[in-house]
């Protein structure tokens, strides 16, 4: 019996742990990572391109991808990265079974979770300085307009908004510093400006004349 009641203890205590261990692994957002380059190397006219990621400090997980060559489009790719995870990506064209080229870089991904704002009732405004890697160009537009910014700027604010008003800001990532490949970072940041002073006065009024 004592035997039996120490196996029950165990097992639960095994099943706590992979769950909260569960829940630690998959409480990290993910971001779409869209990839962009021309034929490489020039005049090589490979057959497929073959694309490898994995995070910088797991090198035993890896990705692959295969991406047959088109000579009249850019090659493009999308691959699926963690936030706040630095990844090592290796590109490599193919042709009869032989490597002709190879391209590789460094990058990491950007979540909703790596972008701070704060709203008023006229401007919202973002922080993103938490990043762990500055090499990006920021655009954030809004209906037709947008502002970029470069990598030295990590905050901004967009006023002239309408009090009590949901938006949707689009933010877009560029990757620096990666003149043979684009690649860049979506993401959608709603935010509800909040209400004006005089709204805030005529519902004070509101509320004590119905206790009059």
Same mark, same amino acid.
């Given at each position: 019996?004592?035997?039996?009641?120490?196996?029950?203890?165990?097992?639960?205590?095994?099943?706590?742990?992979?769950?909260?261990?569960?829940? *630690? +692994? %998959?409480?990290? !957002? &993910? &971001?779409?990572?869209?990839?962009?380059?021309?034929?490489?190397?020039?005049?090589?006219?490979?057959?497929?391109? =073959?694309?490898?990621?994995? *995070?910088?400090?797991?090198?035993?997980?890896?990705?692959?991808?295969?991406?047959?060559?088109?000579? !009249?489009?850019?090659?493009?790719?999308?691959? %699926?990265?963690?936030?706040?995870?630095?990844?090592?990506?290796?590109?490599?064209?193919?042709?009869? @079974?032989?490597?002709? #080229?190879?391209?590789?870089?460094?990058?990491?991904?950007?979540? &909703? *979770?790596?972008?701070?704002?704060?709203? &008023?009732? %006229?401007?919202? #405004?973002?922080?993103?300085?938490?990043?762990?890697?500055?090499?990006?160009? $920021? #655009?954030?537009? +809004?209906?037709?307009?947008?502002?970029?910014? !470069?990598?030295? $700027?990590?905050?901004?604010?967009?006023?002239?908004?309408?009090?009590?008003?949901?938006?949707? =800001?689009?933010?877009?990532?560029?990757?620096?510093?990666?003149? =043979?490949?684009? %690649?860049?970072? @979506?993401?959608?940041?709603?935010?509800?400006?909040?209400? #004006?002073?005089?709204?805030?006065?005529?519902? !004070?009024? $509101?509320?004590?004349?119905?206790?009059?």
């Amino acid at each position: 019996m004592e035997k039996s009641l120490i196996l029950l203890l165990w097992l639960h205590y095994v099943f706590e742990i992979s769950k909260s261990c569960h829940y *630690r +692994l %998959t409480d990290k !957002q &993910t &971001t779409p990572v869209y990839i962009e380059w021309n034929e490489f190397p020039n005049g090589g006219h490979p057959e497929f391109y =073959f694309l490898n990621y994995q *995070r910088v400090n797991d090198f035993a997980q890896k990705n692959f991808k295969h991406i047959l060559a088109d000579p !009249q489009k850019l090659q493009k790719s999308i691959i %699926t990265l963690e936030e706040n995870e630095d990844y090592h990506i290796i590109i490599q064209s193919i042709k009869h @079974g032989k490597i002709l #080229s190879e391209k590789s870089f460094q990058t990491c991904g950007i979540s &909703t *979770r790596n972008i701070k704002a704060i709203a &008023t009732s %006229t401007s919202v #405004s973002f922080n993103w300085s938490m990043l762990s890697s500055n090499d990006f160009s $920021v #655009s954030i537009s +809004l209906h037709n307009f947008s502002q970029i910014m !470069q990598n030295n $700027v990590m905050v901004y604010e967009w006023g002239n908004l309408k009090p009590a008003t949901l938006y949707t =800001f689009t933010f877009e990532f560029q990757q620096l510093h990666l003149d =043979f490949i684009n %690649t860049s970072q @979506g993401l959608d940041i709603q935010v509800e400006t909040g209400h #004006s002073i005089l709204e805030e006065k005529d519902k !004070q009024l $509101v509320l004590e004349a119905e206790h009059i």
